[in-house]
């Protein structure tokens, strides 16, 4: 039943079809000794609509802890006792000099990424703005942002400083939110997402796995994305991390991740399923598998409070699977 589950609505999606929550939903429910083959099939509709390209990604924590939410898996919220870095925002110049690591490592975008609740009436958004301008005269990366909630003029203002692409995750579905943030709405999330949008940006949101949702719960978010019409969708993976709220969540089975990465591509053929943080600890040396199971895209190097593997390691992986990583030399 299993297979002829998968090949079936895999053939659905490769004829440019889209399948719906109730077909997503089932296969949740096959054999753990079918998720190769999903993952197969998934990787087929990668293939098919997005070719061998791995869109690179590497961020910088630009602005660490202090922050007044409450997300239980964050080290960076003042709710933690999270033994991390806290700093105001970087100055200019670090901010240029993180992004030119990035070029140097190989990444084609660079992310300025703010812990807080964003940027309203903040003093830090024109100093972000104008390291934007300089990243874009100085560097050949695709800066990109992460500053949490925004209104309409500051879309406008990242659009003309050079931003393309504005990162803003849902986290989880709307559903299980409030076991995860109650400080802030998920549709507060959503309507970020919608100004982003409006503003003439692409968009990159996703969420997090491993927090104690159900398989349901992973569908309603992706649904809920494929919906928004979102360009980019960050599939990371709790990283359980002491003094947070989540410290002691248990972590899932391998093929249950590679499964989840597989249901995205199946559910959004086209857009970009970028393999984000925790996927170190989580899968250790099974992590390379994932660009297997339908991913294009990856946050290479570092994350925000913890480490990657490294920048050269991540696209060596992606090289030795077949597949493209493009760099800021592709878009020169």
Same mark, same amino acid.
């Given at each position: 039943?299993?297979?002829?589950?998968?090949?079936?609505?895999?053939?659905?999606?490769?004829?440019?079809?889209?399948?719906?929550?109730?077909?997503?939903?089932?296969?949740?429910?096959?054999?753990?000794?079918?998720?190769?083959?999903?993952?197969?099939?998934?990787?087929?509709?990668?293939?098919?609509?997005?070719?061998?390209?791995?869109?690179?990604?590497?961020?910088?924590?630009?602005?660490?802890?202090?922050?007044?939410?409450?997300?239980?898996?964050?080290?960076?919220?003042?709710?933690?006792?999270?033994?991390?870095?806290?700093?105001?925002?970087?100055?200019?110049?670090?901010?240029?000099?993180?992004?030119?690591?990035?070029?140097?490592?190989?990444?084609?975008?660079?992310?300025?990424? $703010?812990?807080?609740?964003?940027?309203?009436?903040?003093?830090?958004?024109?100093?972000?703005?104008?390291?934007?301008?300089?990243?874009?005269?100085?560097?050949?990366?695709?800066?990109?942002?992460?500053?949490?909630?925004?209104?309409?003029?500051?879309?406008?203002?990242?659009?003309?400083?050079?931003?393309?692409?504005?990162?803003?995750?849902?986290?989880?579905?709307?559903?299980?939110?409030?076991?995860?943030?109650?400080?802030?709405?998920?549709?507060?999330?959503?309507? $970020?997402?919608?100004?982003?949008?409006?503003?003439?940006?692409?968009?990159?949101?996703?969420?997090?796995?491993?927090?104690?949702?159900?398989?349901?719960?992973?569908?309603?978010?992706?649904?809920?994305?494929?919906?928004?019409?979102?360009?980019?969708?960050?599939?990371?993976?709790?990283?359980?991390?002491?003094?947070?709220?989540?410290?002691?969540?248990?972590?899932?089975?391998?093929?249950?991740?590679?499964?989840?990465?597989?249901?995205?591509?199946?559910?959004?053929?086209?857009?970009?399923?970028?393999?984000?943080?925790?996927?170190?600890?989580?899968?250790?040396?099974?992590?390379?598998?994932?660009?297997?199971?339908?991913?294009?895209?990856?946050?290479?190097?570092?994350?925000?409070?913890?480490?990657?593997?490294?920048?050269?390691?991540?696209?060596?992986?992606?090289?030795?699977?077949?597949?493209?990583?493009?760099?800021?030399?592709?878009?020169?």
């Amino acid at each position: 039943m299993g297979f002829e589950l998968i090949t079936d609505l895999g053939a659905k999606v490769l004829a440019g079809e889209s399948i719906g929550f109730a077909e997503a939903l089932a296969l949740t429910e096959i054999d753990r000794a079918d998720v190769p083959l999903l993952m197969a099939v998934a990787n087929k509709v990668r293939a098919e609509f997005c070719g061998d390209a791995v869109d690179t990604c590497e961020i910088v924590n630009a602005r660490s802890g202090n922050c007044p939410e409450d997300c239980k898996y964050c080290a960076q919220s003042v709710h933690s006792r999270a033994a991390i870095a806290t700093y105001p925002l970087l100055d200019e110049e670090a901010l240029l000099a993180a992004a030119k690591t990035a070029e140097a490592d190989g990444a084609r975008r660079f992310s300025i990424v $703010t812990a807080g609740a964003g940027m309203l009436g903040s003093d830090d958004f024109p100093r972000v703005l104008a390291a934007i301008e300089r990243i874009r005269r100085e560097t050949g990366v695709i800066p990109c942002c992460s500053l949490g909630v925004l209104d309409e003029e500051h879309f406008a203002a990242l659009k003309a400083a050079g931003v393309t692409r504005y990162h803003h995750n849902l986290e989880t579905a709307e559903s299980y939110y409030p076991e995860i943030c109650t400080t802030h709405s998920w549709q507060g999330r959503v309507d $970020t997402v919608k100004r982003a949008k409006a503003a003439g940006l692409e968009v990159c949101s996703g969420g997090i796995i491993a927090m104690g949702e159900s398989w349901q719960q992973r569908v309603e978010l992706a649904f809920t994305l494929r919906e928004l019409d979102v360009d980019s969708v960050p599939v990371n993976i709790l990283t359980p991390i002491a003094g947070t709220a989540l410290a002691d969540q248990p972590p899932l089975a391998p093929l249950e991740i590679f499964q989840t990465l597989a249901l995205f591509r199946l559910i959004m053929p086209t857009k970009a399923i970028r393999y984000a943080g925790g996927r170190e600890q989580a899968l250790g040396d099974l992590a390379p598998l994932g660009l297997m199971a339908g991913v294009n895209a990856m946050l290479i190097g570092n994350y925000l409070t913890t480490a990657g593997r490294g920048a050269a390691h991540d696209i060596a992986a992606a090289r030795g699977l077949g597949l493209r990583p493009l760099s800021a030399r592709d878009d020169a």
